[in-house]
């Protein structure tokens, strides 16, 4: 039974600092591909950074630079730290796995960016 608990959201100023965390109870990593996804008001739902067997494979142009996906194997969570935070990266955030046809999400993780 895999599921995905998000944390770390918050409110920031721009140029703040903040690490998302996620707890991936029943995820293999070197199995799962690993997601961290996001959501603003009025968008669709865009994929921000992907993470295969510890290995970062994919980062938006948007956060390129900024953010770092990140796993931790012994503890089972995954990460998102995410620097130089701009007013656009305002979103919801979420935890996703995909093992073969196998869809799992996070509930989310608010983060806000205002100064």
């Known amino acids: 039974q895999v599921q995905l608990v998000e944390s770390g959201g918050g409110l920031v100023r721009p140029g703040a600092s903040l690490r998302l965390s996620c707890a991936a109870s029943?995820?293999?990593?070197?199995?799962?591909?690993m997601h961290w996804y996001r959501q603003a008001p009025g968008k669709q739902r865009e994929l921000v950074a992907a993470?295969?067997?510890?290995?970062?494979?994919y980062y938006a142009d948007s956060v390129k630079g900024r953010f770092t996906i990140s796993t931790d194997n012994d503890k089972n969570m995954m990460y998102l730290q995410m620097n130089n935070l701009k007013p656009e990266d305002a979103a919801v955030y979420y935890c996703?796995?995909?093992?073969?046809?196998?869809?799992?999400w996070g509930q989310g993780t608010q983060v806000t960016v205002s100064s």
């Open positions: 029943g995820v293999i990593f070197s199995i799962h591909d």
């Open positions: 993470i295969i067997n510890s290995v970062p494979t």
């Open positions: 996703h796995s995909r093992h073969g046809l196998r869809n799992y």
